[in-house]
Structures are given as C-alpha cells and as structure tokens.
C-alpha cells in the first residue's frame, strides 16, 4: 500500500442533469492533482437508479448507491467505511 492515499468522494445524489454535467468532473480532477498517485481513489455518491451512470463515468473508480430519502447521519458512518 502506498504511503500516500489521496481519496475524493463526489456528492451529487441526483437530478439526471446535474449528474451529466459533473461528468467531467473527475477527469478535471485528475489533470489538475497530476502529483496524485494512479492508485488513488475516486468514489461517487449518488442514488441508485444513477449508480450505472456515474460507474461508467471516466476516473471514476466506485459508485456508492444510496436510497432517495437518505438521512444525512448516514454521511456520517459512511465517512467511517470510506476511511478504512
């Protein structure tokens, strides 16, 4: 495991549209942090009908499905799962 670990998560739950237009959103950030490792991650969150979306999206390398109604308190254990 590197000792550097640069991980993002991208929060845009839903709104087709909105979604299509963060798109190239990871990419840009790839080009801009070009001293990130290639081994760092890039997740996004986002409800699960979207999930196929945002997983065939360029240098995204995870999609988190989450349910419409998702109580914010969750973001807050996710954060624990995501910092293993």
Same mark, same amino acid.
């Given at each position: 495991m590197p000792q550097?670990?640069? !991980?993002i998560l991208i929060i845009r739950l839903s709104a087709i549209g909105d979604i299509v237009m963060a798109?190239? *959103? @990871?990419s840009s950030i790839n080009s801009i942090y070009t001293s990130i490792p290639p081994?760092?991650?890039?997740?996004w969150l986002v409800e699960? @009908?979207?999930t196929g979306q945002v997983s065939t999206t360029p240098n995204v390398d995870n999609g988190i499905p989450c349910p419409k109604w998702w109580p914010m308190g969750n973001l807050? !254990? *996710?954060e624990k799962v995501l910092c293993v």
């Open positions: 550097h670990v640069q !991980r798109s190239g *959103l @990871p081994t760092d991650e890039i997740t699960a @009908p979207y807050m !254990r *996710l």
